[in-house]
C-alpha cells in the first residue's frame, strides 16, 4: 500500500524516520516498524515507535511536501488513501468546478479520487 510523507524525516542507520526537535540538544524519531526496537525505539503508542537522538546523531534533515497530478492539474493531497482513494484539494474555483470537486470551505474544494488516476509527487527541501 503505498504511503504518502509530509514532514520533516532523517535516515538514521540506513533508515527513514520522521523527525520532531524536542529542544536545542535533541529530536525526537518516529517509526510505524516493530523491528525499530532492536535499534532502541520504543513503543510509545499503538504502533508508533520513538527513539530520542542527539542532534549530533543526525547528520541531515529534509522537508517532504507531498502534492498530486490529476488530469494535468496540480492539487494538494491529503494524507489520507481510503478505499484506494485519495482526497484531492485547491482554493482554485475554475479547476474546481472543471473537475466537479466539491466546495468544503468558503475557498475550497476537494475530491476523493482513484489512487490510480494520480501521480503522487514530493518535493523535497533540505533543512
Do not use: H
Amino acid at each position: 500500500m503505498q504511503k504518502i510523507r509530509k514532514g520533516r524525516y532523517t535516515l538514521l542507520n540506513g533508515r527513514e524516520y520522521k523527525v520532531y526537535e524536542n529542544d536545542n540538544l535533541t529530536y525526537e524519531l518516529i517509526s510505524d516498524c516493530p523491528e525499530d526496537v532492536k535499534y532502541g525505539f520504543k513503543e510509545e503508542y499503538s504502533s508508533t515507535y520513538v527513539k530520542i537522538v542527539g542532534k549530533s546523531e543526525v547528520s541531515k534533515i529534509y522537508e517532504v511536501i507531498p502534492y498530486a497530478k490529476y488530469k494535468g492539474r496540480t492539487f494538494d493531497v491529503s494524507l489520507q488513501i481510503r478505499d484506494g482513494k485519495v482526497n484531492l484539494g485547491t482554493t482554485n474555483a475554475e479547476f474546481a468546478k472543471e473537475l466537479s470537486f466539491e466546495r468544503t470551505d468558503k475557498y475550497f474544494y476537494e475530491k476523493w479520487v482513484p489512487l490510480e488516476d494520480v501521480e503522487i509527487l514530493e518535493d523535497i527541501k533540505e533543512r
